[in-house]
């Protein structure tokens, strides 16, 4: 659920707000704030709320930009529990959701504000991502199938990422003026009332699946989504997520037994879970093999220790 809004009359409206969700992330943030400060105008408001970093990352939003609205949590809540707070904070509209390693380029906030603006029946803009070799990536995604749940982000990904539930998941062979189900979550710019009418961000997902299912919400209250192409935003990615790979690899797991929970019932989400534990119990035994026959034997000894801890949270530990 979303926190309150600020009372009315103690600050200006806004024409726009910026909601930046922070853990670990010093590295980054300064450059995503002074993207926003300089594509932004007088009337662009910047919230940051950081998730109990430990790296100095509210010291430096606190020092390097004083007209910033910061807030500290008690604890790592989450993505989507931390992004709900800014929310409520929020005066503008539209509101931006970004993450602190997003970086966004000059006309961009202008641009998703424009494009909300000459169409009503939108609730949520994506700008076009922009990754760090230059190349342009398309944000826009279907929703999921059960294939494309069983297969993504699995061992299975492996051989079937020229599959049809993959491409049709990525939407890489969809017409170009076909509309999206989705947008991936880097940089989300909602209509101020879309988001409050579907109450934010279920704050059940720690991280990973909280906008995929947000922009169900989204659909079923009846909104529409899409990309802007005039926007445009450099996205460093994983830098949310931190450098523990064991860690994000149960929180990515974790949010998609909830999704599927949520999409085709709990039956399915147990059965996900099993078949995700057995899949990674080959993963473990190609790496034995590989260290067996000592071949490039540090890393496959490195990838045998992390899939291990991820097979015993996978049987033993998933719901803690």
Known sequence: MLAPRRPNGLTRAMRASAVVVTHQSCE????????????????????????????????QVRERFPAVTLRV????????????????????????????????????????????DADASLGCVSPVHI????????????FPSIGATIVDGTMLERW????????????????????PDWLDGACLAFRARALREVGGFDSGYFMYSEELDLH????????????????????????????DVVARERNFFRSRYRLAGKMWGRPFAVFLRVFVALVNLVRLAEQ??????????????VEANRIAR??????FGWRR
């Open 73 to 116: 949590t008690h604890r790592n809540l989450g993505y989507g529990a931390a992004a709900n707070i800014g929310i409520g904070l929020a005066t503008g509209d539209p509101i931006v959701v970004l993450n602190a390693d997003a970086v966004v380029e000059r006309g961009t906030m202008a641009a998703l504000r424009s494009r909300l």
């Open 288 to 301: 034995l093999v590989r260290l067996l026959l000592r071949r490039d034997a540090p890393s496959p000894r």
């Open 28 to 59: 980054h943030i300064g450059a995503c704030l002074e993207a926003l400060e300089a594509d932004g105008d007088d009337q662009l408001e910047i919230i940051v709320v950081d998730n109990r970093s430990s790296d100095g990352t509210a010291e």
């Open 131 to 142: 990754d760090a070799d230059g190349e342009s990536l398309s944000p826009a995604r279907s």
């Open 216 to 243: 169900r919400a989204l659909r079923r209250a009846g909104w529409a989504c899409a990309v802007e192409e005039r926007a445009r935003v450099r996205h460093v990615g994983g830098a949310s997520a931190g450098r």
């Open 310 to 315: 991820v097979t015993l949270w996978q049987w």
């Open 160 to 179: 079937l990422r020229s599959s049809a539930v993959l491409r049709s998941y990525y939407r890489e062979a969809a017409p170009p003026d076909a509309p």
